[in-house]
């Protein structure tokens, strides 16, 4: 039987190379496309006999993920695992005594934490009845309240701090069907989520997306067994929420 996952903002960094590691496993894959033009993916698709399926999608917009989900309800009523991988960063230097932004930090919470909710809320149909049911939140670090150090950053680490929430909630509703939430930071990654190639990070996005799909592994291995539920790494150490 086929198994299915889709990948949101799958046109670099992380999430394309979740995309390939999804498809050497066996998944059909649902590539959520950002950007107008990602000629790596096109190639993918081109190479990947038909199980790789581009759907163009913003996940801050309500129409472009109906859509999205659209693309899906026509080829499966079964999703097996969602990872919900697309982010903005937003302003990295306002402190409480500058002008904040109001209209970026709306937007941030827009793409970051109801995008990955939007995905959520749209799909949890197809998860639950797929054999996996699994729904994977890339978190971060900068979105944990205990470990918190920073001054600034706030739309991207109060987004993701309610990214964490959230997932405890759908965690809360779908375990007791089977379902199974993870939410990780996936290391310090070299992409350009920061306009530019931040070659300051730790991981190529190719070795973070293969520590996150080997605890993926992990997580769906049928003798797993669980320490409760938590923000974990991409080596799979619990971080404080
Ligand atoms: N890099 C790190 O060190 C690091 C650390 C902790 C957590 N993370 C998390 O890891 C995940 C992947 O980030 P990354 O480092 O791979 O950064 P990235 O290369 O910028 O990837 C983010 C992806 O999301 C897409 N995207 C942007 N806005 C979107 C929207 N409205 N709808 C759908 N997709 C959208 C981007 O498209 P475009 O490229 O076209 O803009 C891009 O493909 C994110 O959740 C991020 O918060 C990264």
């Known amino acids: 039987m086929k198994r299915w996952a889709f990948v949101t903002g799958a046109d670099r960094g992380v999430g394309f190379s979740l995309v390939k590691g999804l498809l050497e496993r066996g998944y059909d894959v649902f590539a959520g496309q950002y950007a107008a033009a990602g000629d790596e993916l096109e190639r993918l698709e081109e190479n990947s006999g038909g199980r790789l399926r581009r759907v163009p999608l913003d996940i801050g917009d309500g129409d472009s993920v109906s859509q999205a989900l659209k693309s899906v309800a026509a080829v499966t ?3 097996d695992i969602l990872i919900n991988n697309g982010a903005i960063l937003g302003d990295m230097q306002a402190t409480i005594e500058d002008e904040l932004d109001y ?5 941030v919470f827009r793409v970051n934490a109801l995008g ?3 995905m959520s809320n749209g799909l949890i149909g197809p998860i639950l009845r797929s054999g996996s049911k699994l729904i994977v ?8 309240i205990g470990s918190c150090w920073r001054t600034g950053w706030y739309a ?8 964490n929430m959230q997932s405890h909630l759908i965690h809360n509703q779908i375990a007791p069907q089977g379902g199974k939430v993870m939410v990780l930071h996936p290391g310090h990654v070299q992409t350009y989520m920061q306009g530019k190639l931040d070659t300051e990070g730790k991981l190529t996005p190719d070795e973070s997306a293969g520590h996150i799909l080997a605890l ?3 997580r769906l291995d049928p003798g797993y067994t669980g320490e409760g539920f938590t923000l974990i790494d991409y080596e799979g150490n ?3 929420w």
Request: proline share 3%; glycine share 4%; net charge negative.
């Open 238 to 240: 619990t971080l404080p």
């Open 216 to 218: 993926v592994d992990k």
């Open 77 to 79: 009523d079964r999703l």
């Open 116 to 118: 990955a909710l939007r």
């Open 137 to 144: 939140n890339i978190s971060s670090e900068a979105g944990s």
């Open 156 to 163: 991207y680490c109060m987004s993701k701090a309610a990214l």
């Open 103 to 107: 209209e970026e930090l709306d937007k």
